[in-house]
């Protein structure tokens, strides 16, 4: 048979017609994944729905002449800022590291392969293939030795398909075994993949479950504003008998607070700095959801080889069987090796330690696959030979099969050389196998890789090792690190296929050897399927599909092209300690945003209550007849209300540490807290603020003084729920807490504060009555929290302190 078959045209584009193309433009211009440009960003932090509301209601403040009251303004600026900042530098670190790990296919031209950046490929390049790389651009085969592409990501197609000579490849599919040339028939957004993925490879922030419970709360927090906006400006234009500018401040100060204004914000920073933080550690974020869903994993399912082992591999020893000689042996596997041109870490370390091939003319070739477990060559009248897993190419019950069990269950890989009595490209391959020498490789097993597992133990994740390998092998390199269930490692090949039983098997043991590809992507599926939340690592062509039906899929930077481009995280150090700082920093933003979300929507609570609660007194006025209520606060009142309750407490807190693994159910338990705490708070300021109220014809002081009793009885509460969110305490949340306390008291007590903000709290009487109402609201927030803490079930929000959130 011929080996590498080749149409014409086999060396390729020259420079000169790359040059014209280019010009032409027939270039592979895809957008990148998970980046939109500096416009975009700017546009979306700029032109948003809060923005355009905080905006109206400026201009309307500021046409009644009271700049100060239209201090809420710097709002905008803040918002769009931080955020367009912020964006922008997790923008720069997501498209510096894409660079760095980003799948170079492998042109010819000029009749020399150099590897380039996929959106250097043109038309008609001819693009070489192996095993693990991924199909950039449509195509047309123009070599094939053996090519098997796997087109199950865009097809649905479940086995690999053969490739011959002018048959298309799809871009987006990838390379399982054999090796091949193509000609580029449609590049860039023409291409296949690229039409089917444009839209859904865009920056993906917004789709997550986190995104969409804030989505409903905003559409729910909508419905809300509606009336209560209604009702306050009817009550301020009409029933308080106001002029119109006091009327406006009034109407705009009961509107503004009711904007959850920082939520969106809270949420886009905590994303953007956990994108630039695991930048640092080397981490490439593709998907952004993926550092949400980092938080949710209680199980995490690893490769042995390049995972909880080094990624290189050394020969350890040669064991010759039967009557082969050590110099046949050595040469049988020299020309495998110098005749395999892509090949895998086992291959590798062979043809290091035995550089110099004997020279044998190959006739027949068969391509590694993990599906097969051997791959072979056969050199004429040096005989057919075959290299693969011992377990599968000879009888259990041989003495060879014992004595490879022997030296695998030390952690060795063991691979058996073996003659056939057939070539090994025959439908009936491998035929009659004589067992020719154990090849003994030696795997380092990580030094950081027992800490690892320790800390996923601590954290109740469960570790699921799931191998091709021997299980033997695997099992032993488990137990050595102390990995529960290592010491009875399952063999894949018993596992049932039935999907319920399968993870009754997953759910009871730890450590799996012998696993296909289409096994691996199983056991996913069945962990799933009993409502696990699964993270699959991996870094060869076998794991891909289960990388790409895991919940987050994590490639190592050293995998092939088709892993890293199918997976939503690329660790480009290669180092699997590097997880725990991943999977704490998705803990870190979720769990924040989670905090953050209570004070903010406390606030639109309250708010709302409050402008009702004002709305029909001054409507009730009119009907019976009794002297109308104005709203209790100015804008500025709103705006020192919510800088130390929500704002800068929400900005350090969002940033916090926070090791507490996600839970579903994130709108019922932010809305279990804020509701009843913002109706606390709305309902205890509207009794102080009547207990106040000397009527629509009091004086200015008096005016000012109920204000400003309203405002203590707020404030106080509102600090407390900052306390309560704050929760489980440690020493910077006290400060801040004590902070927050101190600013709100030194802008009761400094005169120029009080002038400034027009806040009175002379009258003992008055302030003692504010007091009075906000420790009764205090007592009636605690308790709404441990009653929320006991509906939910949940122990951890009833204690003072924890270790989630402590570090």
């Known amino acids: 048979m011929s080996i590498t078959v080749q149409a014409s045209g086999a060396i390729g584009l020259t420079t000169a017609q790359v040059e014209q193309r280019r010009r032409d433009g ?8 998970a980046s939109r440009s500096v416009r975009d960003i700017v546009r979306a932090n700029v032109f948003t729905r809060i923005n355009a509301i905080l905006g109206i209601l400026l201009i309307a403040v500021l046409a009644t002449g009271s700049i100060i009251d239209g201090m809420f303004g710097l709002l905008i600026v803040a918002n769009s800022a931080v955020g367009i900042i912020q964006e922008i530098r997790a923008k720069r670190t997501l498209d510096r590291l894409a660079i760095v790990g980003q799948a170079k296919p492998t042109v010819r031209r000029d009749g020399t392969a150099v590897a380039i950046a996929p959106n250097e490929v043109v038309l008609d390049d001819l693009i070489e293939l192996g095993p693990g790389d991924q199909i950039v651009v449509d195509g047309e085969v123009e070599e094939s030795a053996l090519l098997e592409v796997d087109e199950s990501l865009l097809t649905g197609e479940a086995d690999p398909v053969d490739k011959e000579i002018g048959t298309s490849v799809m871009s987006g599919s990838f390379v399982v ?37 804030i989505d409903k709360i905003l559409k729910f927090i909508t419905y809300l504003l509606i009336p209560a906006g209604l ?40 994303f953007a700095v956990g994108v630039v933080r695991l930048g640092k550690r080397k981490c490439l974020v593709q998907e952004l959801p993926a550092i949400e869903g980092l938080a949710r994993v209680d199980v995490v399912c690893a490769d042995k080889t390049g995972t909880l082992t080094e990624n290189g591999m050394r020969l350890s020893d040669l064991e010759p069987l039967g009557a082969f000689d050590d110099s046949e042996v050595r040469a049988a596997l020299a020309a495998l090796a110098a005749d395999d041109p892509r090949p895998n870490a086992s291959v590798r370390a062979i043809a290091e330690e035995l550089p110099e091939g004997p020279g044998w003319s190959r006739t027949a070739v068969a391509p590694f696959s993990s599906a097969k477990k051997w791959s072979g060559g056969s050199y004429g009248a040096h005989g057919d030979w075959l290299l693969g897993a011992p377990d599968v190419l000879l009888d259990p019950g041989s003495a060879e099969a014992v004595l490879a069990e022997e030296l695998g269950a030390s952690g060795l890989r063991i691979l058996l050389l073996a003659r056939s009595d057939r070539p090994v490209d025959a439908p009936d391959a491998p035929g009659v196998v004589r067992p020719a020498a154990l090849v003994v490789l030696e795997q380092k097993v990580r030094p950081d890789a027992r800490e690892t597992l320790e800390y996923f133990a601590d954290q109740d994740v469960s570790i699921k090792v799931i191998s091709g390998d021997n299980a033997v092998s695997v099992g032993a390199v488990a137990s050595s690190l102390d990995l529960a269930g290592g010491d009875h490692a399952i063999d894949a090949r018993e596992l049932p296929e039935d999907r319920d039983r399968l993870a009754d098997v997953l759910e009871r043991n730890t450590t799996f050897g ?34 790409k039906d895991s919940d987050i899929g994590v490639a190592m930077g050293s995998g092939s092209p088709a892993t890293r481009a199918v997976a939503q995280i690329v660790l480009l150090d290669n180092k699997f300690a590097t997880l725990p700082f991943v999977v704490g920093e998705g803990r870190r933003v979720i769990g924040n945003i989670e905090r953050v979300s209570n004070l903010f929507l406390t606030k639109t609570v309250y708010s709302v209550l409050l402008a009702f609660l004002v709305g029909i007194a001054g409507i009730g006025s009119q009907i019976f007849d009794y002297e109308p209520i ?17 704002g800068i407490p929400a900005f350090v807190l969002s940033l916090a540490p926070n090791n507490e693994r996600a839970r579903t159910g994130f709108v019922g ?11 606390v708070i709305g309902v205890a300021t509207f009794v102080s603020y009547l207990i106040a109220y000397a009527g629509p014809d009091a004086s200015e002081e008096q005016k000012i003084q109920a204000g400003t009793t309203a405002l203590i009885t707020l404030i106080m509460i509102a600090v407390w729920v900052l306390a309560i969110v704050a929760r489980p305490y440690v020493w910077w949340k006290v400060v801040l807490i004590a902070a927050s306390a101190a600013a709100y008291t030194a802008l009761f007590t400094v005169p120029f504060t009080r002038h400034f903000f027009k806040l009175d709290p002379s009258d003992p009487a008055l302030t003692g009555a504010a007091l009075a109402c906000g420790a009764v609201g205090i007592v009636l927030v605690e308790v709404a929290w441990w009653v929320s803490a006991a509906v939910l079930g949940d122990e951890r929000r009833l204690l003072p302190s924890s270790p989630g959130g402590a570090a």
């Open 26 to 33: 027939l270039t592979n211009d895809v957008p990148a994944r």
């Open 177 to 213: 075994s054999g090796s091949g040339a193509y000609r580029a028939t449609k590049v860039g957004r023409d291409a296949y993949a690229a039409k089917l993925a444009e839209e859904a490879s865009k920056f993906t922030l917004v789709r997550s479950e986190l995104r969409s419970g």
């Open 231 to 270: 009702l306050s400006i009817y009550n301020q234009l009409v029933s308080s008998n106001e002029s119109w500018r006091p009327a406006v401040t009034g109407m705009v100060a009961a509107l503004v607070p009711m904007v959850p204004e920082g939520l969106v914000l809270m949420t886009s920073i905590a």
């Open 514 to 547: 012998r696993v296909r590809p289409d096994q691996k992507r199983a056991m996913v599926a069945a962990l799933q399927g009993n409502g696990h939340t699964v993270a699959m690592t991996g870094d060869g062509v076998n794991d891909v599909l289960a990388l």
């Open 630 to 646: 104005a709203y209790p606060f100015l804008p500025r009142h709103v705006t020192i209300a919510a800088w130390f309750t929500i």
């Open 669 to 679: 338990r932010v809305m279990r807290l804020a509701i009843p705490s913002g109706v």
